[in-house]
């Protein structure tokens, strides 16, 4: 059974950094699978941050105002996310997810079939 | 960016009827759109991808359907344990995923 375990700080000030990591157990991060971060800020939507393969391959929201990297460590079966300078619109739940795809009719889909529980980093000074 | 519309914004009906929940997209996602449920403290589950397959261990009471920029999450018989608020997703286009703001689902 495949498990993501986030961990990270829970409070993160103003201007400051934010990182957490991802741990996954269950199966190995070196397979045909990327991995996702995505968040929730408090009565707002979800919003994808970025993903990445265990090859270093990545993508991100261009969207997003603070600027992201995502990173992995093979080794450690562990995936992290980092946001710099990061204000109180940064305050979420966030949460790792495996990316999964299915193809057909020459085109395909990716969504994210498991999920970390989730954990709040509060932006505050 | 393709902005997913889910609609109603809440639905509350009584166990044994049926739900139809909405997702339109602002330009065309073939089938590539995914259904999440979500309860209050737990992760997202996703319950149908590509627009019409059941995930794993997803009980047939649950159906989606539609393509292009209309689709719908249907939910016959329900039950309490559906009471969620669900999601859809839509995948491949800048940013690479979106999702919709949600339907929340109360079972009275």
């Known amino acids: 059974q495949v498990q993501l375990q986030e961990s990270g700080p829970g409070l993160v000030k103003p201007s400051g950094t934010l990182s957490l990591t991802c741990s996954v157990s269950g199966a190995s991060i070196i397979s045909t699978h990327w991995w996702g971060w995505v968040r929730q800020p408090p009565g707002k939507g979800l919003e994808w941050i970025g993903e990445i393969y265990h090859r270093g391959n990545t993508n991100y929201n261009p969207s997003l105002k603070s600027p992201v990297a995502i990173s992995v460590d093979n080794s450690k079966n562990q995936f992290s996310l980092t946001l710099t300078s990061v204000t109180a619109a940064d305050t979420a739940v966030y949460y790792c997810?495996?990316?999964?795809?299915?193809?057909?009719?020459?085109?395909?889909?990716?969504?994210?079939?498991?999920w970390g529980q989730g954990t709040l980093v509060t932006v505050s000074s | 960016e393709i902005v997913l519309t889910q609609s109603p914004g809440t639905l509350s009906l009584s166990p044994g009827e049926r739900a139809t929940l909405s997702c339109r997209a602002s330009?065309?996602?073939?089938?590539?759109l995914a259904w999440y449920q979500r309860k209050p403290g737990q992760a997202p589950r996703v319950f149908i991808y590509e627009a019409t397959t059941r995930a794993t261990g997803i009980p047939d009471r649950f159906s989606g359907a539609g393509s292009g920029t209309e689709f719908t999450l249907t939910i016959s018989r329900l039950e309490p344990e559906d009471s969620a608020v669900y999601y859809c997703q839509q995948y491949g286009d800048s940013p690479l995923y979106t999702f919709g703001q949600g339907t929340k689902l109360e079972i009275k």
């Open positions: 997810a495996r990316v999964s795809g299915s193809c057909s009719g020459g085109r395909c889909t990716n969504f994210f079939d498991v």
């Open positions: 330009q065309s996602v073939s089938r590539s």
